[in-house]
């Protein structure tokens, strides 16, 4: 095994009733590596990512992240630890503050005393440049302020990994850029980043690889330069022509 | 005027039943507070609101207990471990509270006693345990809804930050459910102040059994009840203003 893989999926099925939501997915990830996961929706690609951190449970094949097996006793709770998660409705607490968004998990999952895990907080609230906004509740803040918060909240726990479920597709057109310039230098850091996203132009700025899924399938992985330039297969490349035509 | 409609209503009544005093074959002067007799009376009939109050206040306490235990389980995706939850719930809200009285208060000692728990039980606690028992059924179907009406991305946001199941419920689901929790709970309340009359069945000096008590000495059913009646009307007016309160601060809240 590569030493710096930190994510390995083996053969991973999965089924909502009768319908197959993923089919012998087969995916590894290296330390630092940035992946762009797309796709029409309806194609697996949110069902995969939060097969990851333990959100979904497939039904065969494996998942091990940083060398846990998630169908290890305990596995799903280990695993977490070393993964963050941003969704694409936010998800933060309304009846908490942004700093008490923050420091929640590191306080009551990591013990960490009210003063450092403010300390944390205010750090990372700065990297995503709303410090000001501290003491506000979510409902307040902007939808791009909002995913800043998600993403800092997550960055608090200190994550080997980062998975993105559509960032930006809840967000009004002008607020995009805002969230994924954070991104960016999340990725510029060396972050680990799994994004499932339709914004092709963060794509070929960050990604090392991009992935396309359909019908449950990873139909085509390669470079950003690779798959603008010649699309391999047809299906990617009609999904391409279809999202960039605007 | 729509908020003083109850107290016109009250007061209606009141002048009612005053007016009627005045013919011979009523006789209100059993409770009459101008009379030494009646100035008894009444103190013997309003002498139950403590008890009422206490055994409704207690009995609802511990019925929000079991139904939260009741409802968290129930709500897993493992079916085995809903199942209890689910027998339960359907269970005791199957069984009329009268015969759950009965059978508590004579029946549960027997069964104690035979399994080697030798205690007994009285009308008091008795009277508490079935009325909690019996209303807990409904407050952890309250307590499902109000939980199940937490977005799922409450739950996942919180796992993935790191939190157990315990700590998700505590810090993120239950402060958010608390607001449509409470009014329905506070609402499950007066429905167990009405429920603690049945306590006087097996003795319990509450509202009810003292003025039985009364009437089987005065023999004077009518104005006696109609005094009851009054007793909880007065009860539950208070308790629902109470509730109503509660439910426009929470809505403040929500909207804040």
């Known amino acids: ?246 | 005027m729509k908020r003083f409609f109850k107290i016109w209503m009250l007061l209606g009544a009141c002048l009612f039943l005053a007016a009627c005093s005045g013919d011979g074959t009523w006789g209100w002067y059993v409770i009459d507070p101008s009379t030494a007799q009646g100035q008894t009376n009444i103190r013997f009939l309003v002498g139950g609101f403590w008890a009422t109050i206490q055994l409704s206040l207690i009995a609802t306490a511990l019925s929000m207990t079991i139904g939260l235990l009741v409802a968290l389980p129930g709500m897993s995706s493992n079916r085995w471990i809903r199942l209890p939850s689910r027998v339960y719930i359907e269970f005791v809200r199957a069984i009329p509270l009268l015969p759950m009285l009965f059978w508590v208060f004579y029946g549960l000692p027997v069964v104690m006693r035979s399994l080697g728990f030798p205690i007994t039980i009285d009308a008091f606690w008795g009277a508490i345990i079935t009325l909690a028992i019996s209303d807990s059924a409904f407050t952890a179907e309250i307590y499902r809804s109000g939980i199940q009406s937490i977005p799922k991305g409450q739950t996942e946001a919180a796992r993935t930050v790191g939190l157990t199941y315990s700590q998700t419920m505590r810090y993120v689901v239950l402060p958010q459910a608390i607001r449509r929790i409470l009014p329905p709970l506070a609402n499950q309340f007066i429905y167990i102040v009405k429920m603690s009359a049945f306590a006087s069945v097996i003795g319990m000096q509450e509202l009810t059994r003292r003025a039985n008590e009364l009437v089987v000495t005065e023999y004077r059913p009518l104005e006696i009840y109609s005094l009851l009646i009054l007793e909880y009307l007065v009860l539950v007016l208070i308790i629902s203003f109470f509730v109503r309160w509660l439910e426009r601060k929470m809505g403040a809240d929500e909207s804040r």
């Open chain 1, 1 to 246: 095994m590569n030493a710096d893989r930190v994510i390995e999926i083996r053969s991973l099925n999965k089924s909502f009733g009768d319908f197959q939501v993923l089919t012998n997915v087969d995916l590894n990830v290296s330390l630092g590596e940035r992946i762009v996961i797309c796709g029409p929706s309806g194609s697996g690609k949110s069902t995969l990512i939060r097969c990851v951190n333990g959100l979904e449970q497939y039904d065969s094949g494996g998942i091990t992240v940083d060398g846990i097996s998630l169908s290890a006793p305990g596995g799903v709770d280990r695993v977490r630890a070393e993964v963050g998660m941003v969704f694409q409705q936010f998800n933060l607490f309304p009846h908490l503050t942004v700093i008490e968004n923050l420091t929640l998990g590191p306080m009551k999952a990591r013990g960490l005393s009210r003063k450092d895990a403010d300390a944390l907080a205010m750090e990372y609230l700065e990297r995503v440049k709303i410090p000001e906004q501290a003491q506000k509740r979510p409902r307040d803040l902007s939808g791009g302020q909002q995913q800043r918060v998600a993403i800092a909240r997550s960055l608090c726990m200190a994550p080997k990994i980062m998975l993105f479920d559509e960032p930006t597709s809840a967000l009004d057109p002008e607020m995009i850029s805002e969230v994924l310039d954070v991104m960016v230098e999340l990725a510029r850091d060396g972050m680990t980043m799994l994004v499932v996203t339709h914004e092709m132009g963060f794509a070929r700025k960050v990604a090392d690889r991009m992935v396309f899924m359909d019908g449950g399938e990873i139909v085509e992985t390669g470079t950003p330069a690779e798959v603008f330039e010649a699309p391999k297969t047809q299906r990617f490349k009609s999904f391409l022509d279809k999202i960039l035509q605007h």
